[in-house]
């Protein structure tokens, strides 16, 4: 059986014979538009396909779409595209080798794989005219019907990798690649990145635990620990990142990128390289442009930060000073705020910075893309972690000087109340206020456990709810533009099963990777920024993301299209975020363990100002040198990936090294020495025997003349 | 008269010829050994010679030694040596294209350059046997009579040289490449970053003028503007390494070094990229031996400080509290401990490390370099930095509570004495200790001025006192072995005057880049950590370095042996060490301007250590965040060097694409589809007319339904 499994995963091309050879399907939405543009778009659609040469079959989507079927014409269409990628690959050094000049041996050697295959029919379809593609842009400009351009799921494929991953602990390297020849190396490199730090995490939910159990709270071996752990992971995923790159070969394909086609360029230039003329956009233009992202991220900050300061404060009056009427009601109030107005805030931010990022005009698709990423971390930084640095670093050292100034409404009686009656106790503060000590303990436990729990569920319940409500939305647009939707009668009976599985992954949603990545980080953050209030973290992440990894694997297969398989050579921006965590985990771990170590409890002793400063300053530094020598060492180990590249380099030269190589000296002594004062000095003595002598004469003479 | 310098300049392959077709010298000293061994290793060595295709001419060196003129003894045998190294560089990736198959003609298109000339023969002579070399060590081993191995210097050509550079500002690029023929990289990339500072010290030297005039002492926003200005040019420099490297073609030659002859191999395992057997070292025990630099790094650091705080003390003692008998004399006691006692306490530290580097076994000689450089920077650091960091950090603001204490041995009566009557004022001590705050101010203007005036007075006239020493030396060592020199007379008449002038080249010392490499770091680091202290240091680094630059270059004509053209890709381990000092620079900075910058005459007021920390924390952070923008900034900008390897490599490649495409696909139209279901699926519509009728009929139909 396992067998069986097996022969499925690693059979690329069956794949595609169980779709009846579709290699794309192209939902052309008319349903929103008026019939006579729909039929103009339609045309312009086949043409457009059928220019670039691919071959169409049309059904009924229903529901007021049409599914337009999409393969390469012939095999040698194809080939072709194959060669000519390869050979750009290797014009930009992405290949070491250039593919053979013999395309069919060329295949033979290197296998097409079917991610390979679907990224090729991909740019074919949405390559700008000018660059040898139909130019289909979904949603965009002319192509506004056009709801989506997808490859249709392997089933087959889908049911052996759900089934081997749920049924073994690890996910080898060999799952990964098979992964990648489905699904692109974008994808994979998610899985790649989720395994290795999943085992990772194996070594950090022991520490975590033995800490936990064994050493005191807020423990300062924990804390060093947990962040050299950090520094290793992160140095290793860094070498893991470009060793993955080189053995699945797109080592600097990031460099490789489509162009955008909203990007706009400033002149035509003579390109110094290719000397084609390409669109132009200065440099130094965008750069300036790019200065505006500080004054942004900073505002966008204040902002967040400013927010959540003010609801904390409100919880805090709420949950521990206030004692009035509705209290009960009330202690949700916070809540409420912070779920509905921080999506408002984010998703203006988030707005603000797609025009930022627009205004940045990148040339290609990745670029555009980190550029973003990186705006909206500085959201997911803020509202993932800014509620647990107020507790740890105000709220509880300051909580008590804070809060009995937190009333400022004067809606609690003063603590005077206390000497009144047993009876008055509802207007009644606490004699006292002390700081809650648990509180910080609690929301990392909450942040760690609870939360994560919940993203889980919700990232399996969310595509379900959308997908439903998106297809009663699709039925008003439909009723409002007098489609009537088919209900797949006219379906030839030996299609129909066929149809109704394109029609229902046509309606999945869009699996994006940044959400999953992103999710990951900001998971990572919470470990090297709090697990010394919590150690068991570490315990709670593993156990979450064996689930999660496997729960992403049938994400992709049941909830989501399938994912055109787009290349990448890193996961991209999210590095260096994860440097960063870990550098602010540094940061955030002496700040803590010198606040709260001694403390019982969790209550911080007497602190200064200076020697807060002075355990960051120190163990920030220490950091930095670990971070230098981890990197250092392992710059020193060789790493298959490298090796296998620099063998590769080695072997196309020493290639054309042994075709070329008859060149040798033939030996005409003396022949170089000619004539005049030149040939005078070097006539002297002849060959070695000449030279001998006269050196023994030398020295002879000298001991000599002292005999003498 | 400008225009025959420059042909001279622009000559490559005169010089050879007016040193009479020598292309080395091996400088064989007999005169510190016996007969018997001395004719025996004489017989080996031009027969090792002879074997590698090497001419040898002797003659007689005079004062116990033997001057055996080297070269190579065909033009083809070079020709193929020459092109042998090219095909390396190729191999190894220094070079993008390989070389012509046919080697007259790639010798044709690529001339070879005099230093590419010398330094092929440099590695037939000194390569080991088993690499095609002659393997002779210089002063090791089997060779220990060969005193030195040297081209001769092209006189003309200095003489054009010194006369070009001493009479233009600048010094061009193309007077660099010039250099660069002639002596290699490794001595072009020196004088390359000297001019590349020299312009950026004219921005340095105009801020600072405008502080010291303008700006009250210890301005804050001249330190940022200093720290700014490190910055930049350490991010601009690591640039034009790059750029410099590429132009010059021996990017990545640093990979590329020759193997270190002292190298102890553990085992011989085959290479698994070229499958050659070669020596092997593991890289983790390397890893383990080199982490002993750690404790090494520190040791010697305490030790040095140690020495420094100690004899700061007494100097302060002396000079400021003391007051009793033989004062004049005893203040001259500091300098004269410290004169004699660091350099035994470095030379001891040296040896340790140079122990420890050997340990360390090194593949090749720049790894072995660059570690052995990196652990002397300890020991430059400290001994250039630390009295400067006492007086600022130690001396100024403690001074009024140590140095009361320092009269240890009661040597200053209590201040009472004063009381007593204008008479006993000899054992007087001041009434209360005022700490001199000028002192800092000097000490930075000594280290600024006066050290740098006297380092390049001695820099002249050392070599010229070591020669009149080591003249002396062996003229006693040739009397104790029984050998009186000759003096000259037994000449041929013709040769005389050339014999007398390699005889006198033969004297001159080893002209070593690091020192000069070191001296320029150094100086960097006094701007960057000090210069807040007195702004006009960079108006004096660049008086200073204006005259450096010739006089350096006036060093290698006249006071040093010509040095071996050796490659390199960059200026090694110094860039890190520029960073490094950047890096420092906005720590004490930060100090200094907080403890000195609202101070009258550069007393500091009231400080507190936090206020002290949260400046360096601060201003480290500003460091970072800035060096991260510069350096995204600068990454961003296209650099010519870079831009001409993109160029090459695209070129290369561009070629064989054209070479080998003739590939292309014929219109072969649905030559894919074949039979059974998939074919029934793919056969309904015909062509892109069938697809839109298809299309049409859809979109119809459900419009239709509505209309019905």
């Known amino acids: 059986m396992a067998d069986t499994d097996d022969a499925i995963l690693s059979a690329p091309v069956a794949a595609v014979a169980s779709n009846l050879g579709v290699e794309y399907v192209i939902s052309f939405r008319f349903g929103g538009s008026d019939r006579e543009k729909a039929e103009a778009q339609f045309e312009k659609l086949i043409r457009a396909l059928d220019n670039v ?3 169409t079959e049309v059904r009924d989507g229903a529901n007021g779409n049409a599914l337009v079927f999409v393969r390469v014409r012939s095999e040698q269409k194809l080939i072709g595209e194959v060669y000519r990628s390869r050979v750009k690959d290797w014009l930009h050094g992405v290949r070491a080798a250039a593919p053979d000049k013999e395309t069919q041996r060329s295949l033979a050697g290197e296998p097409l794989t079917e991610a390979e295959r679907l990224r090729i029919v991909w740019q074919l379809i949405t390559l700008p005219e000018s660059e040898g593609g139909a130019g289909i842009t979904p949603k965009q400009g002319d192509w506004k019907l056009i709801e989506s351009v997808f490859p249709l799921h392997d089933h087959e494929f889908n049911k052996a990798w759900m089934k081997k991953w749920s049924t073994t602990w690890t996910v080898s390297p060999e799952e990964l690649e098979k992964l990648r020849d489905r699904f692109g190396e974008k994808v994979a490199f998610y899985f790649a990145f989720l395994q290795s730090y999943l085992s990772f995490l194996i070594a950090a939910a022991a520490i975590g635990a033995s800490a936990f159990f064994l050493l005191p709270a807020y423990s300062l071996a924990f804390a060093v620990t947990n962040c050299l752990w950090s520094v ?12 993955l790159a080189v053995r699945w070969g797109v080592r600097n394909v990031s460099s490789l990128q489509n162009r955008r086609a909203q990007f706009v ?6 390109d110094p390289v290719t000397c084609e003329v390409v669109k132009f956009f200065p440099a130094w233009k965008r750069l300036a442009r790019q200065s505006l992202q500080v004054p942004f991220a900073l505002g966008a900050s204040a902002i967040l930060s400013a927010l959540y300061a003010s609801v904390f404060a409100v919880e805090i009056f709420l949950s521990e000073v206030y ?39 990148y040339e290609n698709e990745s670029s555009y893309d980190a550029a973003m990423i990186q705006k909206v971390f500085v959201f997911n930084f803020i509202c993932s972690y800014v509620p647990l640095f107020l507790t740890a670093f105000i709220y509880v050292p300051f909580g008590n000087y804070i809060v009995p100034h937190l009333d ?45 729990v919940v993203s889980l569920a919700l990232e399996t319940l969310v595509p379900f709810l959308k997908r439903k409500i998106f297809r009663k939305a699709k039925e008003y647009q439909n009723a409002r533009h007098g489609v009537v939707p088919s ?41 090297t920024l709090f697990s010394p209030v919590w150690p068991l973290a570490a315990v709670s992440f593993l156990i979450n993301n064996w689930i999660e990894l496997r729960s992403d694997a049938a994400k992709i297969c049941v909830e989501m299209r399938r994912p055109v398989p787009h290349r990448a050579d890193s996961i991209g921006p999210w590095l260096n975020n994860l440097g960063f965590l870990s550098w602010m985990g540094s940061i955030s771990s002496a700040a803590l363990i010198y606040l709260f170590s001694d403390s019982a409890a969790g209550m911080p002793h007497s602190l200064t100002l200076w020697g807060i400063l002075t355990a960051i300053l120190f163990s920030e530094h220490i950091y930095f040198a670990t971070t230098y020598a981890v990197r250092m060492a392992m710059g020193k180990l ?31 002594p003396d022949q170089k020495v000619t004539i005049g004062k030149e040939g005078e000095f070097w006539g002297k003595q002849h060959g070695a025997k000449g030279a001998m002598d006269a050196g023994k004469r030398i020295i002879g003479a000298t001991y000599e003349k002292k005999e003498q």
């Not at 149809?499 to 046509?506: D, H, K, S, Y």
């Open 53 to 55: 040469g691919l071959r």
């Open 232 to 243: 290793v992971f992160v140095e290793h995923w860094k070498r893991q990142e470009v060793d």
């Open 265 to 270: 360029h400033e002149k035509e230039v003579e």
């Open 323 to 361: 004692n009035g009427p509705f209290k009960s009601v009330l202690v949700f109030l916070p809540a409420t705020i912070l779920s509905t107005l921080v999506p408002v805030f984010t998703s203006i931010l988030t707005k603000i910075a797609k025009m930022l990022t627009d205004f940045e005009n």
């Open 408 to 452: 400022i409404l004067g809606l609690v009686t003063p603590s005077e109340s206390t000497l009144d009656s047993d009876s008055s106790h509802i207007f009644e503060a606490p004699a006292v206020f002390q700081v809650n000590p648990d509180r910080l303990k609690k929301q990392v436990i909450y942040f760690t456990v609870t939360a994560q």
């Open 487 to 527: 209900d797949g009668l006219t379906d030839d009976p030996a299609e129909r099963a066929f149809l109704t599985r394109v029609r229902n992954e046509a309606e999945l949603g869009l699996y994006d990777v940044e959400t999953d990545l992103r999710e990951m980080c900001v998971q990572f953050g919470y470990l």
């Open 638 to 668: 060789e790493s298959p990936g490298l090796l296998q590249e620099r063998r590769e380099r080695f072997l196309v030269r020493r290639r054309f090294l042994e075709e070329s190589l008859g060149v040798d000296e033939k030996t005409e």
